[in-house]
């Protein structure tokens, strides 16, 4: 398959004006974007003059750093654009850590500004929030560097690492879609089902659509009906863009609705499991579509029409290669803020820590799972080691192995009961809710091998004693 | 010519008689369906993947949609809580 997709143009180019060339220019009503209601290009125009504003009048300038820890909203997205409007450098901060994580962020990154929402944010399955969101200056310090978004990802040695991206890699980027066949085209809707905060949602949702003239459709909530809604309530050929569990929630449909306007769905992240893709393409008569990409690097390798899985094809202008085993991607930078660690860049080469190989014949990849001890929940990237070390510096823990089995499972020595009794809720400061344990077994002691190291299997772990009530 | 089986609502039509709220093992059950876990595979809490899940499953069986608010949502983070809020949803009428 040859990747010539809709633009066979020169490469885009990442000009000081990129953001108004390259993702605000159009019609004032086309309808560009539907957080609820439709928004149409003056009205984003209008919202992202208005956060610029705001940013300008509380001193952010061009190298200056803000932080935004905003739910995926309106409000995010337009910050985000005011912000690359001046030239400033934008930290992404998932609004779903606690206060904990989000100040030991703060600390580490330094932004000038922080905008962050009012009020308690409601619950249930919400895709988007209405949020007033509120912008307040800090001492702070402008970018260390030129990147123009930094954000932060679970670290295998606890703290989060810094992954920072610059406005060439961002438009390399939304050029690359551009050049893969099937993707949506200009007129066409994409429903997101991923977080817009996160790689795959922010670029190739919000980005690519805002650059291609594709409307983006948030459904109200993240259940099968509101999605189904969502696609039905347009004309217009409809992508579903979300991560594997969103094909899986569907696919157990057993009767939906006639959706002629539904093209394909895509996924990112981990491969859907071979029953649950057939499932779904039975019951949707569509194409299931496949992306592999990294928060540091974006899509890598797509299979949009379902002809290569479990293989992928890397995408327009991306190297990928195999050495012992391990995925390798070229890029020219480390991707990395203040860390050193030669294990994940070195040369030119990015260590994705994923297992996989390349076909030389072909120049498929095809990805085998992991080596480190980086799992995927619901496509969030969670690394057991920072759930360990956490749990292990608790008060009155005296020993940690987190494993995962379906979800993220720890156990725990704690010989004092009220210790205890307290873990989950000192846990609950410090994680984010989808980085907890689903479960916290209390036992007498962890099980270890002859020469002393944990053991990490888990039907080893199950049968550690547990902790007798006292 | 037989009798209607079930008594007659309102408009005349013989209304199914909708199965009753789902107790803890179905709850459970459902919930293994998602990742074709086993029933001791499921967690008490419920994360919000889950509860997409779940809700689904419960609006298949029962044939309508749940007119499921964001507190009632936010008391399903656990099998506990959401067999609870499930019994006080079903036991309203259909909103349809």
């Known amino acids: 398959m040859s990747n010539t997709g809709w633009a066979t143009g020169a490469p885009l180019a990442a000009t000081p004006d990129w953001v108004d060339e390259l993702l605000l220019a159009g019609e004032d009503r086309d309808v560009c974007l539907h957080f609820g209601s439709p928004v149409d290009r003056a009205a984003l125009r209008h919202a992202v003059a208005d956060r610029e504003d705001t940013l ?51 600390d580490r990154l ?83 089902l991923a977080s817009v905060v996160h790689v795959l949602g922010l670029v ?10 594709v409307e983006l459709v948030l459904p109200e909530r993240l259940t099968v ?61 569509v194409v299931l579509g496949n992306m592999y990409g990294m928060t540091e690097v974006g899509v890598i390798a797509t299979d949009l029409f379902g002809e290569h899985r479990p293989s992928l094809l890397p995408a327009p202008g991306i190297t990928v290669r195999e050495q012992d085993g391990e995925l390798l991607i070229a890029t020219p930078a480390s991707p990395y803020i203040g860390l050193s660690d030669p294990t ?16 030389p014949a072909t120049g498929l990849m095809t990805v085998l799972g992991r080596l480190d001890s980086q799992v995927s929940v619901g496509g969030l990237k969670v690394d057991l080691t920072e759930v360990e070390h956490t749990l292990a510096a608790l008060p009155g823990v005296e020993g940690a192995v987190v494993v995962f089995d379906s979800g993220i499972e720890a156990f725990a020595v704690v ?56 | 010519m037989d009798a209607p089986v079930a008594a007659a609502g309102s408009l005349g039509v013989p209304r199914r008689r909708e199965p009753a709220s789902p107790d803890r093992a179905e709850v459970v059950a459902m919930l293994a ?53 499930l019994a006080e949803v079903l036991a309203e009428p259909a909103g349809d």
């Open chain 1, 110 to 192: 330094q932004p000038q500004v922080v905008v962050s929402c009012t009020g308690t944010l409601p619950g249930g399955l919400r895709a988007f929030y209405e949020v007033a969101d509120v912008a307040e200056a800090r001492e702070g310090r402008p970018a260390d560097t030129g990147h123009a978004v930094v954000q932060l990802s679970s670290g295998s040695t606890g703290p989060s690492k810094v992954i920072a991206r610059t406005v060439e890699q961002l438009v390399a980027e939304i050029d690359r879609y551009t050049r893969i066949d099937g993707v949506p085209l200009p007129g066409e809707r994409v429903v997101l």
């Open chain 1, 204 to 213: 190739g949702g919000l980005l690519y659509c805002l650059h291609a003239g």
């Open chain 2, 33 to 85: 369906g998602y990742g074709e876990r086993s029933p001791e595979q499921v967690r008490e809490r419920i994360d919000s993947l889950e509860l997409a899940w779940l809700v689904h499953q419960v609006e298949q069986r029962h044939g309508r949609m749940l007119d499921l608010d964001d507190d009632v949502l936010m008391r399903m983070t656990t099998v506990t809580g959401a067999v609870e809020a």
């Open chain 1, 415 to 470: 010989p004092d009961p009220a210790a205890a009794a307290a873990l989950e809720g000192e846990l609950a400061v410090r994680l984010a809710p989808y980085k907890r344990p689903r479960v916290l077994h209390i036992v007498e002691q962890l099980p270890r091998t002859a020469t002393g190291k944990l053991v990490r299997d888990r039907a080893v772990l199950r049968t550690a004693d547990p902790r007798p009530a006292s």
């Open chain 1, 225 to 285: 009906d509101a999605v189904l809604r969502a696609v039905a309530a347009g004309e217009a050929p409809t992508t579903l863009l979300g991560v594997p569990f969103h094909t899986e929630l569907l696919a157990s449909n057993p009767n939906p609705p006639k959706l002629p306007q539904l093209k394909r769905m895509t996924t990112g992240g981990e491969l859907v499991r071979a029953e649950v893709a057939q499932r779904f393409t039975d019951r949707y008569g």
């Open chain 1, 344 to 359: 994940r860049w070195v040369d030119g080469w990015l260590h994705t820590k994923d297992a996989g190989r390349v076909d």
């Open chain 1, 56 to 106: 300008r009048r509380l001193g952010l300038a061009r190298g200056g750093s803000v932080a935004l820890r905003l739910p995926p909203s309106l409000a995010y997205a337009a910050n985000l654009l005011a912000a690359w409007r001046i030239g400033a450098q934008v930290a992404l901060l998932d609004h779903r850590l606690t206060a904990y994580e989000t100040d030991r962020a703060l």
